[in-house]
């Protein structure tokens, strides 16, 4: 059984560049989340998709960021015109439902140059 | 603001030692996780304990949630090197996949 897969594992991207963070949930799980971690620091909620919907976003920046978690394919986590701030790990979860417990992936760590 | 304080920071021991690693918060959560993470991968789940003044066991893994349900402390006994990671405790309040985490201790055990 494959749990939560991310991909990239690692990304580089200069200043004012695109960064796209996907993540395929374990199988059968329509709950996806996102999460920040900083290093030194807990890791910080960012967003609560199920298909097709954003249910909750109130953790993720105005600007500069976005999720989606299409019909078909993987949720993607999009940070346009990176900033150095931006470099961490970011984590996505699933869930089959409204259970308590999530399933992480291994991250996607992203370097800002 | 860490709404979470986890405590210490950083614990080494030796193997075969005891260790508690200390949750708290001045907030009240309906339930609370314990994650371990190691180096390079996602946190995975430990326990969630849910009533006040629950304790739950998982081998030499003491869970215990406070009365009052604010805080909460892991201990360890007889620890050994498969233990060493950074533990990290999330509070859950509005919905269960958002998560409240502390900060983490981080604990090595040596042989």
């Known amino acids: 059984n494959a749990g939560v897969m991310q991909n990239p594992r690692h990304l580089v991207r200069r200043r004012g560049q695109e960064a796209r963070l996907r993540c395929s949930p374990v199988k059968g799980h329509s709950h996806v989340y996102w999460y920040r971690q900083l290093p030194e620091e807990g890791l910080k909620f960012m967003v609560y998709?199920?298909?097709?919907?954003?249910?909750?976003e109130s953790g993720m920046p105005k600007e500069r960021f976005s999720a989606e978690f299409p019909k078909e394919g993987p949720s993607i986590l999009r940070i346009q015109q990176v900033v150095r701030g931006d470099s961490a790990a970011y984590f996505c979860?699933?869930?089959?439902?409204?259970?308590?417990?999530?399933?992480f992936g291994e991250g996607s760590r992203l370097t800002v140059l | 603001t860490q709404l979470l304080e986890q405590s210490p920071q950083f614990l080494s021991i030796q193997e075969g030692e005891n260790l508690t690693v200390y949750c708290n918060s001045s907030s009240v959560f309906s339930s609370l996780q314990w994650y371990r993470q190691e180096p390079g991968e996602g946190p995975v789940l430990l326990v969630t304990?849910?009533?006040?003044?629950e304790v739950k066991k998982l081998k030499r893994l003491t869970f215990q949630f406070g009365d009052a349900r604010k805080d909460s402390s892991l201990h360890i006994t007889a620890a050994q090197p498969g233990d060493t990671g950074l533990y990290l405790c999330?509070?859950?309040?509005?919905?269960?996949?958002?998560?409240?985490f502390g900060a983490g201790t981080q604990v090595v055990v040596t042989p």
């Open positions: 998709l199920q298909k097709e919907n954003i249910i909750d």
């Open positions: 979860a699933s869930s089959p439902g409204l259970t308590g417990e999530l399933f």
């Open positions: 999330a509070g859950v309040r509005d919905s269960w996949g958002k998560l409240q």
């Open positions: 304990v849910v009533t006040g003044g």
